[in-house]
């Protein structure tokens, strides 16, 4: 029986470093969302997840970083505790209160990455005009607070400004902090774009 042999195109070494690059922040946006402080005038606690969002976003650019937080919901869906309070399956992203942040995310990281490189390609975040970063996270923010807010109001049967007053303006002064965390992790030029 004679077997036949093929060539294999290899993938490239920069998609290789972006899978990784994607991956790494998957696990970071896992360990963002276990590590949460509750806030008794909301459901959903604080965590560190939006900044990760910010980050994917900036660093990886629109189509690495939005594949990064798919990767995240798609170990969560399927039963990874990566959630908040350690959870998993699919049963959060279907029925929980806050899942419309999760599904948000992506779409976060997309916008983000779209508005600060204006292409699929990443530039170096660090050479992009202040105002230009700070006006992609504040969008990149809204469309979580917008996702967030509109889920919270379908599951509990409430109008938007009763759920935009109890999931996103408690917020608003944590993930302005975040918002100036990645804005300052992007000044200090230590990590390079995808």
Not at 62 to 70: A, E, N, V, Y
Not at 140 to 160: D, H, K, R
Not at 164 to 178: E, S, T
Request: net charge negative.
């Amino acid at each position: 029986m004679e077997t036949e042999q093929s060539d294999v195109d290899l993938v490239g070494g920069e998609t290789v470093r972006a899978v990784a690059r994607a991956a790494l922040l998957a696990a970071l946006m896992g360990a963002a969302a276990i590590v949460t402080i509750p806030y008794p005038l909301s459901p959903a606690p604080v965590t560190l997840q939006v900044l990760v969002v910010f980050l994917a976003g900036l660093y990886l650019g629109p189509l690495w970083g939005t594949f990064s937080i798919g990767l995240y919901l798609a170990a969560g869906a399927m039963g990874a505790p990566v959630f908040s309070g350690a959870t998993g399956g699919p049963g959060v992203l279907l029925s929980e209160p806050t899942a419309g942040f999760l599904w948000a995310f992506p779409i976060g990281a997309l916008v983000i990455g779209l508005l600060v490189h204006r292409e699929v390609s990443p530039r170096d975040p660090a050479d992009v005009p202040v105002p230009l970063v700070v006006g992609s996270l504040l969008a990149g923010l809204l469309v979580i607070y917008a996702g967030g807010v509109g889920w919270f109001a379908w599951i509990a049967s409430t109008s938007l400004p009763e759920a935009a007053a109890a999931v996103a303006v408690p917020f608003v002064p944590a993930d302005l902090l975040k918002l100036a965390a990645a804005l300052a992790i992007v000044r200090s030029g230590r990590l390079d774009p995808v």
